[in-house]
């Protein structure tokens, strides 16, 4: 027996000796392909045991290993690496966040999930891809971005709102802007100006986008019923960065550069041709009774009759015919624009940080105005006990935006006198001093006097408490948020010249609003593995939003003297306003994911939502969702693909909402704003309608999202149908009521369209990679209900250049068609009946008329470009819409061939292409000294198309070798320009093809190109 156990003791110290033989020491160094930092906390395991190692605060690490091993290097949230260990000592290794691999986490505001188990469609945008754009507000970056996701600028002024239209048009008169919902809490978003004169204010401004992990674009009910009576437009979720453990990375950026419009606009008129115009506007008008019939006589006819045609081209003249450039004196040539950004992050056991403070400015690209954002964020985490954590995101920001008169054809707006002000009026007396007997308000004066300006801070502040429970898997969480915002805005027009001058004796006018807004969540989560792969994820939520808003309002005018801005200094206070509104909403949400070994996967959402917009009837709505998913890939019969990743198709189907209305609207309501002889009286106010509910909308999403070939092709193809119903329609009341119309639940209305998603890999080297992405999304948008009156007929919604109509877009383009110009008389013909009936020169006997399509563009894309050389990077992106059609809003001042373009204003130099004699082929009808109505037709409605290079960046990521000898940890320049080309369809389009969601062009400012330098320093 002795022997026996000697004999096992030798075997066993004689196998050690072999297998130490066979092991060796290996070790590395794990850093993040994210920043190039050592990567602490990486756990090193050898593949189907548990012997490993995990690296330090330097992300280095050691262990023992043999030949023939797998060393597998895993961190939540990167992607897991696993490497033969071969005839290696040393193996460095670089993780990659799960974002780049093709199985991404979503993130959906209230859940998370991988890529594969995400049931609905949903795109998601990383922060570094929106980091160091040159735009104020973080939407603008989103464009060609994301397919079915249509964005454009209501202005291209820094700060301004824009407009993002997720798969069409939900509704008519309800609102259609998405939701926004950030780390988890929905928000309110919008315009923030109380001014519809000036610039609008973007409430998404007061964020910075060097603060932001990401943006995921909900777009069907699967992902966006969890937000019920809000997600019928679709969701934008924005997540804030957060601290990672491990020793602190610090980050430095700064960018300036300049800024042009990216479009000029339609040219103007010279002084001569002005004044040559003119003389033909006499000699057809007055020449044959008068008898003459050239230009020097009309000129002679003109001067001998002061009185009736004035005396601004004798003067002109007798001056020696100066020209101004009103353009080129209104333009802020090479605005200048700055942005710095500081930022540290990192953490240790049991917390982690992110703390970052921001400075933008930014000038705009006409004359008086800029913007100006404070930013500041301190993010926190931390684990209280082994049971609860602490989550706390701060952001606090200041913003000012000098706007201008932009939001109508106001004339002391610098982008209106631009257009409208006469190249032979000067901008300078001899003297220098400012010429201000103009016809227009002398814009160089407006903007050194006047005052139009937007002051908002802003402090988001959310906290959570998590609580793991003592039932494994079981946690609760309780947060709390709160979005307090203190606006101001002022305005003040000087005494002396433009809209303050005369009996007003200069005007004065400012608002002060506070906004809260309290969102409180309580949130179970639990979590079932069940044998056989069967794996359960439940959510509760209890969630209550409570928005209060105070407004304080006053205006004055006969200023004590000039210069006092203050409405302390105004001799006649003439109004005080001031009013309280607040509404909520509570809901109940529940969520079930379930996922069976990764094959199957289903969702089941139901909310129970109610608003105080609503009577207490009917305050209360169920919005729910079906979604399921099946990863083709992952069936046994694949197992052999191996050039398929993925390939899952996806549909989904559910009911969301839209309660986007005025408040108590279901309320029979008085008004007491009025007062009777100096005291105060009431009026009816509001009709009410105690019927009044939700707006909702039933979607149907069906897909398939694939990865190819080790991931180098992915993307997804999509088709999407969504009916609206109960729409919140205005409907009109007899005036026997003693109201124009009422609320009502009336009308449907139905999205559908396709969506394809492709990425490509079209090379990928260690030195050397190359990248394309593409989306394209159409959108075809119908009215198939609307009200019946007491005789049994539709009740169209119609003005003067649009309709609602059932079997027609929503707001359809519909007026007169323009039928060209007579070459015998030079008379503008318009068709009676639409194009194919007979003619008339009589405008008033035109027809309205379908003129087909809408302002919502049919089809939009996205192009997106990377290529990398050892260090050196270069991207582009590029945007298209197209199968819209937009409208020349302000044509009657600056493209009309009478008194308005010749005498008054400024005429386009388009004009020029006018008929003349019989037989002229043009555009553009004869001159005559008259001043039309206002004529809209369709001559003045374009093609939308465009395609726009959105971004172009060329720059330097300095290798380690370099940076290492410097001290520092990463460092990259760059140059980046955006808006740098833009392509228009239609050679009649003049002013820029990007315009608001209504589908108008005016007098606001054009997106701005911008050529930018910046530097990145991580330390």
Not at 713 to 742: A, H, K, N, W
Not at 772 to 789: C, H
Not at 814 to 825: E, R
Not at 896 to 916: E, I, M, P
Request: a negative charge; aromatic letters at 12%.
């Amino acid at each position: 027996m002795k022997k026996m156990i000697g004999l096992f003791v030798c075997l066993f110290i004689i196998g050690s000796q072999i297998v130490n033989a066979q092991s060796k020491q290996i070790s590395g160094t794990v850093t993040s392909a994210e920043d190039g930092m050592g990567m602490p906390g990486v756990s090193v395991v050898i593949k189907g045991t548990t012997i490993g190692a995990s690296t330090d605060i330097d992300g280095k690490y050691s262990l023992e290993a043999q030949a023939s091993d797998i060393l597998m290097f895993s961190f939540v949230g990167m992607v897991t690496q696993e490497i033969t260990v071969g005839d290696q000592t040393v193996i460095n290794v670089v993780l990659e966040s799960e974002s780049i691999g093709v199985d991404e986490v979503i993130v959906t505001g209230y859940t998370a999930h991988r890529k594969s188990e995400v049931t609905g469609s949903t795109v998601q945008v990383k922060g570094e891809d929106l980091a160091d754009m040159p735009v104020v507000s973080v939407d603008q970056a989103l464009q060609g971005r994301v397919a079915g996701v249509a964005v454009s600028g209501a202005s291209g002024t820094p700060g301004s709102q824009q407009k993002i239209r997720i798969r069409g048009r939900s509704s008519i008169t309800a609102g259609n802007d998405p939701l926004y919902v950030i780390d988890g809490v929905p928000m309110v978003d919008g315009n923030v100006s109380t001014s519809t004169a000036t610039s609008s204010l973007s409430m998404l401004a007061t964020l910075n986008s060097n603060d932001i992990e990401s943006i995921s674009i909900l777009k069907d009910a699967s992902a966006t019923a969890a937000y019920g009576a809000r997600g019928a437009n679709g969701v934008v979720v924005i997540t804030t960065k957060s601290g990672k453990s491990g020793k602190a990375n610090i980050n430095f950026s700064a960018t300036y550069g300049i800024s042009n419009d990216a479009t000029d606009g339609p040219g103007v008129l010279k002084g001569a041709d002005r004044e040559m115009l003119f003389y033909e506007s006499l000699i057809n008008t007055y020449g044959k009774k008068y008898k003459f019939s050239d230009q020097e006589g009309a000129r002679n006819f003109y001067e001998s009759n002061p009185n009736a045609f004035g005396t601004d081209y004798v003067r002109w003249n007798a001056a020696g015919r100066p020209e101004t450039d009103w353009a080129k004196l209104i333009t802020n040539d090479d605005a200048p624009m700055q942005e710095y950004n500081l930022s540290a992050s990192g953490g240790g056991k049991g917390y982690n940080y992110y703390i970052s403070g921001g400075y933008l400015k930014q000038e705009a690209t006409v004359i008086g105005s800029e913007f100006e954002r404070i930013s500041g964020s301190v993010n926190l985490d931390v684990d209280l006990s082994p049971s609860f954590k602490f989550s706390t995101k701060n952001t606090g920001s200041h913003s000012y935006q000098d706007g201008l008169l932009e939001g109508s054809a106001y004339f002391s707006s610098p982008r209106a006198v631009k257009f409208f002000m006469p190249s032979i009026t000067p901008a300078y007396n001899e003297d220098g001093s400012y010429n201000l007997d103009t016809d227009l308000p002398n814009p160089l004066f407006i903007a050194e006097q006047d005052i139009d300006e937007n002051r908002l801070t802003r402090i988001l502040t959310n906290n959570s408490l998590t609580w793991k429970t003592p039932i494994e898997n079981l946690t609760f969480t309780t947060r709390m948020n709160i979005d307090y915002q203190v606006y101001h805005y002022k305005t003040y027009d000087n005494p002396i010249s433009g809209d303050g001058d005369g009996a007003t004796r200069g005007y004065g006018y400012q608002t002060n609003r506070n906004r809260a807004n309290y969102v409180f969540q309580n949130m179970v989560d639990y979590s079932l593995e069940l044998d056989g792969g069967h794996d359960f994820d439940f959510k509760v939520v209890q969630e209550f939003q409570k928005n209060r808003l105070y407004f304080l309002a006053a205006e004055a005018d006969n200023f004590s003297d000039v210069g006092l801005t203050n409405l302390n200094s105004a001799g006649n206070p003439t109004t005080a306003n001031a009013w309280f509104t607040d509404w909520s909403v509570a809901s109940y949400l529940g969520m079930i994911h379930y996922s069976y070994n990764g094959k199957y996967v289903a969702d089941i959402t139901y909310r129970r939502e109610g608003s105080s917009r609503f009577s207490a009837d009917n305050r209360w709505g169920n919005f729910w969702a079906l979604g399921g998913a099946w990863n083709i890939n992952r069936e046994d019969f694949m197992a052999n693909m191996d050039q398929i990743d993925m390939l899952k198709l996806r549909a989904s189907y559910g009911k969301t909402g839209n309660a986007n209305i005025g408040l108590n609207q279901y309320q029979e309501l008085l008004n007491f704003d009025a007062d009777y002889a100096g005291e105060g009286a009431s009026y009816a106010g509001t009709f009410g309608n105690q019927e009044l509910t939700w707006e909702t909308s039933y979607s149907l999403d069906l897909g398939i999202d694939f990865g190819l070939f080790n991931n180098r092709i992915s993307g997804s193809i999509g088709y999407y149908f969504r009916e609206t119903q109960d729409m919140l329609l205005d409907e009109p009341l007899s005036l026997t009521t003693g109201f124009s119309s009422q609320t009502r639940n009336i009308g449907k209305m139905e999205n559908k369209g396709w969506e394809f998603e492709l990425n490509a890999d079209i090379i990928r080297s260690n030195d050397f990679n190359v990248s394309l992405g593409a989306n394209v999304g159409t959108n075809k948008n119908e009215v198939t209900e609307l009200a019946i009156d007491d005789n049994g007929v539709e009740r169209n919604i119609t003005d003067n250049t649009t309709r609602v109509a059932t079997g027609h877009p929503v707001y359809g383009w519909y007026m007169p068609t323009w039928a060209g110009v007579d070459p015998d008389t030079g008379n503008e013909l318009w068709y009676v009946d639409g194009e194919g009936s007979e003619t008339t020169s009589n405008f008033n006997d035109a027809n309205q008329v379908w003129q087909g399509g809408s302002a919502i563009p049919k089809i939009t894309a996205g192009l997106n470009l990377h290529v990398d050389y050892k260090g050196f990077f270069m991207d582009a992106s590029a945007y298209y819409a197209g199968g819209h059609k937009v409208y020349e809003e302000w044509h009657r001042y600056t493209n009309g061939t009478d008194v308005f373009s010749v005498l008054y204003y400024q005429g386009v130099d388009k004009l020029l292409d006018r008929w003349q004699k019989p037989g002229d082929q043009t555009r553009y009808g004869k001159f005559e000294y008259t001043g039309r109505p206002w004529q809209r037709h369709s001559k003045f409605l374009y093609d939308g198309d465009y395609i726009r290079l959105k971004d172009l960046s060329v720059g330097y990521d300095f290798n380690k070798n370099v940076t290492d000898a410097i001290g520092i940890g990463g460092l990259r320049v760059y140059v980046r320009g955006t808006n740098l080309l833009t392509w228009v369809k239609d050679d009649n389009l003049d002013y820029d093809p990007e315009v608001d969601t209504d589908g108008y062009t005016g007098m606001t400012t054009p997106p701005a190109k911008s050529f930018i330098f910046g530097v990145n320093l991580k330390f």
